[in-house]
Nanobody, 115 residues
Framework: QVQLVESGGGLVQPGGSLRLSCVVSGSNFNDAGLGWYRQAPGNQRELVATISRSYNLNYADSVRGRFTISRDNAKNTVYLQMNNLKPEDTAVYYC?????????WGQGTQVTVSS
């Protein structure tokens, strides 16, 4: 059974930085696509960034140039470095793994950007 556990969320002032981590267990991590999604109150879940098994990267326009996704296959961990955070980045952030046509999700971690 695949399990994804996120950490690193919190409260940060506008312009600040956070790094989210997601440890994935029970999966074919090295062969899987990984991603971060977010959901703000009243909104649908949206893609933030993805990284493929071959390290191809994809970002939402709203975060490109501010956020960086990376993966460490030795640690079964995917990261999201978030810089220059804005109030509109406030949301619950979810880690995703896609393998064999199947999606697995973490429980989410809250990120709040406020002064």
């Amino acid at each position: 059974q695949v399990q994804l556990v996120e950490s690193g969320g919190g409260l940060v002032q506008p312009g600040g930085s956070l790094r989210l981590s997601c440890v994935v267990s029970g999966s074919n991590f090295n062969d899987a696509g990984l991603g971060w999604y977010r959901q703000a109150p009243g909104n649908q879940r949206e893609l933030v960034a993805t990284i493929s098994r071959s390290y191809n990267l994809n970002y939402a326009d709203s975060v490109r140039g501010r956020f960086t996704i990376s993966r460490d296959n030795a640690k079964n961990t995917v990261y999201l470095q978030m810089n220059n955070l804005k109030p509109e980045d406030t949301a619950v952030y979810y880690c995703n793994q896609r393998f064999g046509g199947r999606d697995s999700w973490g429980q989410g971690t809250q990120v709040t950007v406020s002064s």
